[in-house]
């Protein structure tokens, strides 16, 4: 590339010389320097030696506005003394010289004078005419030589030696730099490097060779090629611009997309590369690359693991729920439960994970197996309560659900009016005694008729009569003491009269005082009845009148707890509410066989209200041998009867009648050789020889039966851990169990009741009509 060549930056000035004899030391051609040449002239005074102006002889002049330039006085010279004193023969010569000097001298002023024209000539002229500064020289074609390095010439001097105006503007400012570096007399420095300038020649020479000092990026340029005022700089191959300075990206080629690399293209100074990426390498054409098989060329590259070649790596494949580790070089199994994969409880196992849901607190695992649903009601039942009705079944353990006292004059007989409404079988309603325990009467039911037990200081009698009334009726029963006997009514209608020599209680102080207990006996009282009786009583009171005193505040009382308030509508069975378990102990060995032997034989009636929940477990320990639970179907309208030994799910129905009005038959039949399931008459028979292996070795040990839920063992332990919630009745072996019996129960766990159906309600309030007083 060519270009015109700029100015570079001034030499360091040295320090200055004295001035060349060879300068003209007139006045008129120093103020015709410093009028064209103001830069030269400064630097040149710079370098003269200052003199005081001398007044008379010389005037100061200022080679511009700010720098003056002061003259010296010319050198006295006396030629005409020498010039006489020379024979004729040589004055003549000497003449001559003398004369041909003034007239060089003479046609200087004319000559500058001539360099600036008018400004209507400076736009006309195309050709400019030689300057003639002397009579032989001038006519002579410039020379730098003779011109600017043996002699000093001016702007228009240099201009005729290069004859354009480009050459001379770049050549005369560095010939003045070069003027006040190199004079005669300076002190010299040594040379910054082998190209810089040691004297006024080679300082000249070098300025109008565009090539020094080189233009061109070194890095770049193949070769410098000087002109007039300009140079050229030939580029290597992959350079380009003026000076060679710009690289060509290869890589950005439009005709050659990439530099005709595959993958990667790397741009260098000058040049490109093709490289390629990780796992694979270059082909011999330099431009393709190919990937590395590294499971080949490395067999133990993923030591115990699977290696998989993949474009341009590799993988070292472990087992589902395994991860690779790169250090040890084997398959670690994945806690996946440190990653929060499930939404409640997450059990980590080799190469797997378990989600599960918190079945106690109503929640299942959905569809998706991560996350946890409410358990859904499939069948609403009328749980509707009102605190005008006490329910006495509150307390499991058969104490008292309400106590009150009484101290009153002028009564001297017991007496006690109520409504009364049960499907239970025995309990007691009713216990009163007097302060000092001595003397007490039990009003309880046993096989659903009512019985009376009293004990005074002169009689103790047991007595019961009357129809059975535990049918789910409202009935009304009185209980009165007479003057000799106690008078029983059901409806009004006298039942028993029991025969009683004095009253029931003394009187003390004309006070008649005593201890009411309603549902439940106090504690440490079994062991002075008459006859033993179960104190657990499932039923509801109203509308009581205890010895003539109205209500007694007992409606404040029960109004403030809702455990205590009564269902308003009821029907037969028992009610799991899905809140807690009844746990039994059952023998299920065969006593007509080896003690080996056993057998598991349950037939139970079921109307689920919830679509999840467990009905029968076995718990040895914390794992359960054997479960009988229902669970949501994947089909719509469907409910399943899943049976699981510990967590393996081994048998399976399904019913549309299931969360249904009608309830279900559920059979299931368990013994060391097979396990039968039956539900609405479809069977299920398993001979899982592994899984009922398990359960007969928990047989053989110690077992306890749970209905309505598991204790608290761990969720892995079985598949289903909600509780139960719906109707349900169980008989075990043939025996049907009564929840009466449990070793424990949840409270809220109804033995002898349910509630009815939102639907069912109204044809209940239909057929019970409570009775009037």
Known sequence: MSSLRKPPDPIPQQVPPAV???????????????????????????????????????????????????????????????????????????????????????????????????QHHASEFLVRNRRANSFMEERMKGNLERECIEEYCNKEEAREIFENNPETDYFYPIYLDCLASFRAGMVRVPPLSSNTPTDLRSCVKAISNQCIPLPCNEDGYKECRDGQARFTCICKPGWQGEKCEEDINE?????????????????????????????????????????????????????????????????????????????????????????????QICINSPGSYTCYCDGKKGFQLSSDMRTCEAVPECLPLNLEKNYELLSLAEQFIGIPVLYLRFRLPEVTRFSAEFDFRTYDNEGVILYAESTDSTAWVLLALRDGKIEIQFKNELAMKVTSGGKAINDGLWHMISVEELDHSISVKIAKEAVMNINSPRNLFKQSNGFLEAKVYIAGLPRKVDNTLIKPINPRLDGCIRAWNLLNQGNSGVKDIIQQKQSKHCLISVGRGSYYPGTGVAKFRINYND???????????????????????????????????????????????????????????????????????????????????????????????????????????????????????????????????????????????????????????????????????????????????????
């Open 251 to 343: 890589c950005e080629d439009p005709a050659n997309r990439n530099g005709g690399c595959s993958q990667t293209c790397i741009n260098f100074p000058g040049s490109y590369r093709c490289q390629c990426e990780d796992g694979y390498y270059i082909q011999p054409n330099k431009l393709d690359c190919k990937d590395r098989n590294e499971c080949m060329l490395y067999q133990n590259i993923c030591g115990t693991a699977q290696c998989k070649n993949t474009p341009g790596k590799y993988e070292c494949e472990c087992p589902a729920g395994y991860a690779y580790n790169i250090t040890g070089k084997k398959c670690e199994d994945v806690d996946e439960c440190a990653e929060n994969a499930c939404s």
């Open 20 to 118: 060349p004899p060879a300068f003209p030391r007139s006045s008129r051609t120093i103020g015709t320097w410093q009028k064209h040449f103001p830069a030269a002239s400064r630097s040149l005074a710079r370098s003269l030696p200052q003199a005081p102006c001398k007044q008379g002889r010389a005037r100061c002049l200022r080679a511009d506005a700010r720098t003056p330039l002061p003259l010296l006085d010319p050198p006295r010279q006396t030629p005409a003394p020498h010039i006489a004193a020379l024979p004729l023969r040589m004055r003549l010569p000497c003449m001559v010289c003398l004369l041909l000097s003034c007239l060089g001298a003479a046609a200087i002023a004319p000559s500058e004078a001539r360099t600036f024209l008018s």
């Open 591 to 773: 006593s007509l066989s080896s003690t080996e032997d056993w057998l598991i034989n349950i037939t139970m009636t079921i109307r689920p209200s919830k679509a999840t929940g467990l009905m029968f477990a076995l718990v040895s320990d914390e794992t359960v041998p054997l479960a009988l639970s229902i669970v949501d179907s994947s089909s719509p309208n469907l409910k399943d009867i899943i049976v699981s030994i510990e967590n393996i799910i081994v048998a399976r129905l399904d019913s549309n009648r299931l969360c249904t009005s009608r309830r279900v038959l559920v059979e299931l039949k368990v013994t060391r050789q097979l396990l039968e399931l039956k539900v609405d008459s479809h069977s299920h028979t398993t001979y899982s020889e592994e899984q009922l292996t398990v359960l007969h070795q928990a047989m053989n040990g110690s077992v306890d039966t749970y209905l309505g839920g598991i204790p608290d063992v761990p969720v892995e332990a079985t598949p289903v851990t909600a509780f139960y919630h719906g109707c349900m009745e169980v008989k075990i072996n043939d025996k049907q169990l009564d929840l009466d019996e449990a070793i424990s129960k949840k409270n809220d766990i109804r033995s002898h009741s349910c509630p009815l159906l939102i639907e069912e309600m109204h044809s209940s309030e239909a057929t019970d009509v409570p009775s009037v007083h």
